[in-house]
Nanobody, 122 residues
Framework: EAQLVEAGGGLVQPGGSLRLSCAAS????????MSWLRQAPGKGLEWVSGINGDGGLTYYAESVKGRFTISRDNAKNTVYLQLNSLKTEDTAMYYC???????????????RGQGTQVTVSS
């Protein structure tokens, strides 16, 4: 069973930055794509970004393209999400998930962590 532990969330002003991390265990990390999902208050689960097993392919939702960067360190079994130029609408609980390279309906079924809260407010 996959264990995914997110960290790095917090309160930040609009225009600010955060770096989220997700430590993975319980599965062969290098063999799996990883993704970041988010859920804003009162809204559904949204796919944010995905990265393939070797880190050579990355995909982003249009709403975050050019502002967020996903990366991974397979030696540390960790996936990251760099959040820049944050907007109030980025406020959400952020989850890392096993799989979900390009999003889609499958995201509701992915194994994911407990999440880390990102709040963007002045």
């Amino acid at each position: 069973e996959a264990q995914l532990v997110e960290a790095g969330g917090g309160l930040v002003q609009p225009g600010g930055s955060l770096r989220l991390s997700c430590a993975a265990s319980g599965f062969y990390f290098t063999s799996y794509a990883m993704s970041w999902l988010r859920q804003a208050p009162g809204k559904g689960l949204e796919w944010v970004s995905g990265i393939n097993g070797d880190g050579g392919l990355t995909y982003y939702a249009e709403s975050v393209k050019g502002r967020f960067t996903i990366s991974r360190d397979n030696a540390k079994n960790t996936v990251y999400l760099q959040l820049n130029s944050l907007k109030t609408e980025d406020t959400a609980m952020y989850y890392c998930a096993k799989g979900g390279l390009k999003g889609g309906a499958i995201i509701a079924t992915l194994e994911r962590g407990q999440g880390t809260q990102v709040t963007v407010s002045s």
